[in-house]
């Protein structure tokens, strides 16, 4: 029986252990009945489709990363459309679930991922390279080369 009354939630405080001591969280709950209206597999999609991706632009190409584990290659789409938009897309399946299993946690997100990407004017759409390895994707756009100003020199009279 705890020696403070907790006014602030339903677990109790030990006043030898400051690490106990109930703190009101003015959250609490709230994200929980806010989604509560949303459907699970919008949740489940949203949550992966929050993919995060990486890009950088080097001198030489523009380089795209993005962390997919335990995706396999088949199941990750790269394309390129018009208007110069790369697109990487794929879909991480839901573990099936036995009658007998009691799940604990579920934190690992499943569902449906798309990522749209619009490159610059510099960008050679049709030499586009992607690799996997160790679950991480790795889409190489080459750049067109700079044409360097033509320097003339000019002789000086008189």
Not at 72 to 82: D, Q, S
Request: hydrophobic fraction near 35%; charged fraction near 30%.
């Amino acid at each position: 029986m705890s020696l403070i009354p907790s006014f602030f939630g339903s677990r109790q405080s030990n006043v030898f252990d400051p690490f106990s001591l109930d703190v009101w969280d003015p959250f609490d709950g709230f994200f929980n009945s806010a989604l509560s209206s949303v459907p699970s597999s919008a949740r489940e999609t949203s949550q992966f489709a929050n993919m995060r991706i990486d890009w950088k632009e080097t001198p030489e190409a523009h380089v795209f990363k993005a962390d997919l584990p335990g995706l396999k290659k088949e199941e990750v789409k790269v394309e390129v459309e018009e208007g110069r938009i790369l697109q990487i897309s794929g879909e991480r399946n839901k573990e099936q679930e036995e009658k007998t299993d009691t799940w604990h946690r579920v934190e690992r997100s499943s569902g449906i991922f798309l990522r749209r990407f619009r490159l610059p004017e510099n960008a050679k759409m049709e030499e586009v390279k992607a690799s996997m390895e160790n679950g991480v994707l790795t889409v190489t756009v080459p750049k067109v080369e700079k044409k360097k100003p033509e320097v003339k020199a000019i002789d000086i009279s008189g």
